[in-house]
């Protein structure tokens, strides 16, 4: 559990208040989350499909990631009541949004 009096937590505080950029910077911090966005966008739906296509990657990390991607809004979770029982994944709306702000980066950092 994170300490909301910390210098760490106040720090973070400020820069989300102070810029909105810092905000969204955060929301998609991390080496995974973007490639996990994609990947789901392109239809790697399934815990054990993210798994096999980000394989350096552990379960207890990839669950992490999942959990505050879907914390933050940027995906939903779907439990499907079958046997043995599924969960798929998908972009919301905010999520589907950063798709078109990756090209953009992915066109910045090529030139």
Same mark, same amino acid.
């Given at each position: 559990?994170?300490?909301? +009096?910390?210098?760490?937590? =106040?720090?973070?505080?400020? #820069?989300? @208040?102070?810029?909105?950029?810092? *905000?969204?910077?955060? /929301? &998609?911090?991390?080496?995974?989350?973007?490639?996990?966005?994609i990947?789901?966008?392109?239809?790697?739906?399934?815990?054990?499909?993210?798994? +096999?296509?980000?394989?350096? =990657?552990?379960?207890?990390? #990839?669950? @992490?990631?999942?959990?505050?991607? *879907?914390?933050?809004? /940027? &995906?939903?979770?779907?439990i499907?009541?079958?046997v043995?029982?599924?969960?798929?994944?998908?972009?919301?709306?905010?999520?589907?949004?950063?798709?078109?702000?990756?090209?953009?980066?992915?066109e910045?950092?090529?030139?």
């Amino acid at each position: 559990m994170k300490k909301s +009096n910390s210098s760490n937590a =106040i720090n973070k505080e400020f #820069l989300h @208040r102070s810029c909105s950029v810092n *905000e969204a910077i955060d /929301l &998609i911090s991390g080496r995974w989350k973007a490639l996990i966005i994609i990947y789901i966008h392109e239809g790697q739906n399934r815990f054990s499909l993210l798994k +096999n296509i980000l394989s350096p =990657i552990s379960d207890q990390i #990839l669950g @992490r990631q999942l959990k505050d991607l *879907e914390q933050n809004g /940027l &995906i939903s979770k779907t439990i499907v009541p079958e046997v043995p029982v599924r969960v798929d994944y998908e972009l919301t709306a905010k999520g589907k949004s950063l798709l078109s702000i990756f090209d953009s980066l992915e066109e910045w950092i090529a030139s």
